[in-house]
């Protein structure tokens, strides 16, 4: 475990080897402790940001005992708790531009790809990079596919692709080097919302596929 | 009411910046230099959370429909009001029917100019700033165009004539750029350690609100191991595998997984919001600590700006 000042007032504490789940009840321990002190906080793959008010009075060693009376406990922590939100995908075609070449490489046919993907229980293990962007865990390792060596310019948003050894879902138009199988007409994105991200840290997904065009 | 008549280079508009949505991916945005940005805004008598326009390099030209007080703070890009030169860092009274343009380079890459009240846009998620990323916030979504309209809050019809103003500049007149050692300082060779404590580094012109790319020595960690994705903040200097390190600003990434050797002191940020392509820069190897005494410090010193504005508001704004 380490502990690093990544702003005057916010600190990273590195959890390797954390699942998700853990982390979340690590970060509701911290929010416990600091209390008003704490104004923000948030779990990433496998640490979690801190940013306090009043950060001159925060002592490592205080961050260090939590982690460890949390790592007595961790027994009694189901990992599987969680939402599942529910992705439908229209897979292939225009909108998957990239799956009849995912398929090739893999030796597998369309359909199976798409059924191997669709059977994953994906969890989100952070939002960032972008705003609403999942990190995704739990892709199936048949389905580890290298990313494009030239990044497509514009990806239109709600496309789902495939990068190495992670799946994931592009909120808004971007570029992108991922290989792109499907599309959803879901908006991870949601400005105008209480909660603008769709997906939250700790959430299940679940990719399921639709037919149909569009519209 | 405003209309652009030429957008310039790039003008958004900013405001204090959207907090608390890190953890959705959202960076805080809002103004690049929060000082010159603070300083225009309260010589309006607006809150911080009022947008003023950034504007980025000379060239930009505005049409008032109507009349409007407004004050302009940090860079000099050589503002004209109907072709007379007015200074940063003062109340200014615009008629019906001028010009504001932005003629010339001088010092800076940034001006603020807010307007009384401010412009009727919508908070988007508690900012009024342009989030780029995702083309919502600060009215439409994106830079300011040709044609664009903005109206006022509040309008003015009663002119006035401020015979003081505040200094906009010293904030960011250095090229010393302060900071500690970032969470993967160590993994970097001593070579690197010493280019970053003792080599002249130059902004390149991949310079924009997400962030800036440095020419000078390539640095370069010892062993070449992937990292996981995790937090970054204004202000951190990552590595790529290039070895040009690149500053994350306003508009940066929430997460990133490439070697951090420091993080810049938030003191220092305006300084970097104001340089432009091929300026110099010298890095200064600080202490944690020392960065939240110099944040202290700087906070105390606004608050008797802030103070003072505020006097000389009260006693009717112009004298």
Known sequence: ?215 | MIEVIRPGTFTTLQDHGRRGYHHLGVSPGGAMDQVSFEMATLLVGNSLQTAALEITFAGAELFFHESAVIALAGADLGALLEERPVSTGKRIYVPAGATIRFAQQRAGCRVYLAVEGGFEIPRVMGSESTLLIAGVGGGYGRPLQKGDTLAFRQTRSTPEQANWFIDTHSHWSSSRIRFWKGPEWASFSDKSHHHIHSSTYHLSREMNRMGYRLKGPHLETTSRSEMISEAVTVGTIQVPPGGAPIILMADGQTTGGYPRIGQVAQVDLPILAQKRPGDELYFELISLDEARQLQQIQRLWRNEVRAAINWKLRRGGTS
């Open chain 1, 1 to 215: 475990m380490k502990i690093y000042w990544i702003a005057e007032d916010t600190c990273t504490v590195k959890l390797d080897s954390f699942p998700t789940a853990h982390l979340l009840k690590v970060e509701e321990g911290f929010k416990q402790l600091y209390a008003e002190n704490l104004i923000a906080s948030y779990v990433t793959i496998d640490a979690i940001t801190l940013t306090f008010s009043r950060p001159g009075h925060i002592q490592d060693s205080e961050l260090l005992t939590l982690v460890t009376q949390h790592q007595r406990n961790e027994k009694g922590i189901m990992s599987t708790s969680g939402r599942i939100i529910e992705i439908p995908v229209r897979y292939g075609g225009k909108e998957g531009p990239d799956l009849s070449w995912v398929a090739s490489y893999h030796g597998l046919s369309e359909e199976e790809i798409i059924r191997r993907h669709t059977e994953g229980n994906y969890r989100v293990t952070m939002i960032g990079f972008v705003p609403a962007f999942p990190y995704l865990d739990g892709l199936h390792p048949s389905l580890h596919t290298p990313r494009k060596e030239i990044p497509t310019l514009t990806l239109p948003a709600g496309s789902v692709g495939i990068g190495g050894s992670q799946t994931g879902i592009y909120p808004l138009a971007s570029p992108g080097g991922w290989q792109i199988i499907g599309r959803t007409d879901l908006h991870l994105f949601q400005p105008e919302q209480k909660t603008p991200s769709l997906l939250q840290a700790g959430d299940y997904v679940k990719f399921v596929q639709v037919r149909g065009i569009k519209g």
